[in-house]
């Protein structure tokens, strides 16, 4: 956030957005649904895992194909 000194109504957030349309579906074979969760542990960790095959039973995987993207950036950082 800037933040200016003198007016809250100059002060401003920098961010950035995406937006995006499609189709979702819900993953039902195993390791399809191993895989969409290695996807997301690979994102945060960098790594795949291993699953107990009782946990992906009971956990719900959804797939979204996306059809179009867009995005946004408001602003610049302030300097450091």
Not at 20 to 47: C, F
Not at 54 to 71: F, H, K, L
Request: proline content about 4%; hydrophobic content about 35%.
């Amino acid at each position: 956030m800037r933040l200016n000194a003198e007016s809250a109504c100059k002060s401003s957030v920098v961010y950035h957005s995406v937006i995006g349309w499609g189709t979702i579906s819900e993953l039902v074979d195993p390791g399809a649904k191993e895989d969409g969760l290695n996807q997301i542990m690979q994102h945060y960790t960098g790594r795949n895992w291993q699953y107990d095959p009782a946990q992906v039973q009971s956990t719900r995987v959804w797939r979204i194909a996306i059809e179009t993207i867009s995005g946004k950036v408001s602003g610049k950082p302030a300097a450091a």
